[in-house]
């Protein structure tokens, strides 16, 4: 597996101007034709979806910035290495000053398909056996 060396800015890092790209080099080349990161502002609002600049197979990959404001963001990366196998993580750079310590990119509960899968299933699982139970009871 491929694994991430070094990013551009440098991981927690605070940079003091707008970078011009976002560079992640790897230990061994990966696929640039399914790799892209994902940016977040510090509130963890998706801010867009980059595709890389890098084309072919090569150990670095080179993203636009142009995206990138002031203040702290989280990068979720994913591409595939070599063996064919899909990696991915994150990290969080700030550009002027860092503006949030950690940034949650987590979805409100009731932004997930699980939160209205158990509120269906209740529904449709419930209701019946109260229906039954009514008919049951004004049938005595």
Do not use: C, M
Request: aromatic share 12%; proline share 6%.
């Amino acid at each position: 597996h491929a694994t991430l060396e070094k990013t551009t800015p440098s991981q927690n890092g605070v940079v003091s101007k707008h970078p011009d790209n976002i560079e992640l080099t790897f230990n061994e080349p990966v696929n640039a034709d399914y790799s892209g990161i994902t940016i977040f502002n510090d509130k963890g609002k998706e801010i867009g979806e980059v595709k890389p600049s890098t084309t072919g197979h090569s150990q670095t990959l080179t993203f636009p910035a142009d995206k990138v404001g002031h203040g702290t963001h989280q990068i979720e990366w994913h591409t595939v290495s070599a063996d064919g196998h899909e990696i991915s993580d994150r990290f969080d750079f700030s550009v002027g000053k860092q503006t949030a310590n950690g940034v949650d990119t987590t979805p409100a509960f009731y932004e997930t398909p699980d939160f209205w899968f158990g509120v269906f299933r209740y529904i449709a699982e419930g209701a019946p056996i109260i229906l039954v139970g009514l008919y049951w009871l004004n049938g005595i």
